[in-house]
């Protein structure tokens, strides 16, 4: 069964840092592409990052671009999202979310976990 | 940035009837388009995607189309369980983008 559970949310001030992890089972995550989503509090979805299959290409929205680094570490199966300079509109539940597409990045995510929450305030 | 735009924002219908949500991008996608559900308090769910293939775990009331710009949900008969928010996201290009999201609510 696949599963993916998110990590490392909590409560920053502005212009500190956070790193959420997302440990996966069930798959192996080298094989897919892997991606961040984010929601504010209700909001909507907006995608953060993304990493290709095999690391080739790594993604950002232009919101976190500078800020946010995507990386994996294929040893623990885990993704992570290291997140610098947070701002007040950070503040969201952040998914980990898998790629459909076996090998490749299809763009379109067909398991999420539940999410980690990051608040930035003061 | 491809924008995707949402149409209606909220849509009452009652329970039976269909339901039709729209969703507009900026720029030709092609077919990368997916539809996704969220209920309150879960993750979203993987509806449709290549703009018109439903995932094995939806009924076949739940249908998708359009190419392009201009994409359709249909819901052919709604049940309880559809009431929920539902999201267009582009992947024809990064960085992928989420329309705003249509709420379906109950009539």
């Known amino acids: 069964e696949v599963q993916l559970v998110e990590s490392g949310g909590g409560l920053v001030q502005p212009g500190g840092s956070l790193r959420l992890s997302c440990e996966a089972s069930?798959?192996?995550?080298?094989?897919?592409?892997m991606h961040w989503v984010r929601q504010p509090p209700g909001k909507g979805l907006e995608w953060v990052s993304g990493?290709?299959?095999?690391?080739?290409?790594?993604g950002y929205a232009d919101s976190v671009k500078g800020r946010f680094t995507i990386s994996r570490d294929n040893a623990k199966n885990s993704l992570y999202l290291q997140m610098n300079s947070l701002r007040a509109e950070d503040t969201a539940l952040y998914y980990c979310?898998?790629?459909?597409?076996?090998?490749?990045?299809?763009?379109?995510?067909?398991?999420w976990g539940q999410g980690t929450l990051v608040t930035v305030s003061s | 940035e491809i924008v995707m735009t949402q149409s209606p924002a909220t849509l009452s219908v009652s329970p039976g009837e269909r339901a039709t949500l729209s969703c507009r991008a900026s720029?030709?996608?092609?077919?990368?388009l997916a539809w996704y559900q969220q209920k309150p308090g879960q993750a979203p769910r993987l509806l449709i995607y290549?703009?018109?293939t439903r995932a094995t775990y939806f009924p076949a009331r739940f249908s998708g189309s359009g190419s392009g710009t201009e994409f359709t949900l249909t819901i052919s008969s709604l049940q309880s369980e559809d009431f929920a928010v539902y999201y267009c996201?582009?992947?024809?290009?990064?960085?992928?983008?989420f329309g705003q999201g249509t709420k379906l609510e109950i009539k």
């Open positions: 290549g703009a018109s």
């Open positions: 069930g798959f192996t995550i080298d094989d897919y592409a």
């Open positions: 996201q582009q992947y024809n290009d990064w960085p992928y983008t």
């Open positions: 720029q030709s996608v092609g077919s990368n």
């Open positions: 979310a898998k790629d459909i597409g076996y090998g490749g990045d299809l763009g379109h995510f067909d398991y």
């Open positions: 990493v290709t299959w095999k690391s080739g290409t790594l």
